[in-house]
């Protein structure tokens, strides 16, 4: 098992910024890629960044440009720097971590609890 533990939420206004961490624990070898997904109320998970333990990145749309992801390896951790944070950002935000093998077959996700991240307008 793999513990994902979150934390830096809060309530910004509009244009203000916020930094996610979450430290991973546990079976550490059973996970290379981390990653951030947020759920807004009525809508779906979906996902915002993710990064593998090589450092390659991917983001979805609505946030290229304005949201960093990184990871320290030596402290299996990842964070999620939010700059520019409007009021669509609002959601829970939901560390994530599961093993990518290079034919794209991936394990079942580890998740965090969750943090809430409030953006007022």
């Known amino acids: 098992q793999v513990q994902l533990v979150e934390s830096g939420g809060g309530l910004v206004q509009a244009g203000g910024s916020l930094r996610l961490s979450c430290a991973a624990s546990?079976?550490?070898?059973?996970?290379?890629?981390m990653g951030w997904y947020r759920q807004a109320p009525g809508k779906q998970r979906e996902l915002v960044a993710r990064i593998t333990d090589g450092g390659m990145t991917n983001y979805a749309d609505s946030v290229k440009g304005r949201f960093t992801i990184s990871r320290d390896n030596a402290k299996n951790t990842v964070y999620l720097r939010m700059n520019s944070l409007r009021p669509e950002d609002t959601a829970v935000y939901y560390c994530a971590a599961f093993y990518e093998y290079m034919s794209g077959i991936r394990s079942s996700n580890y998740w965090g609890q969750g943090t809430q991240v409030t953006v007022s307008s």
């Open positions: 546990g079976r550490i070898f059973s996970i290379n890629v």
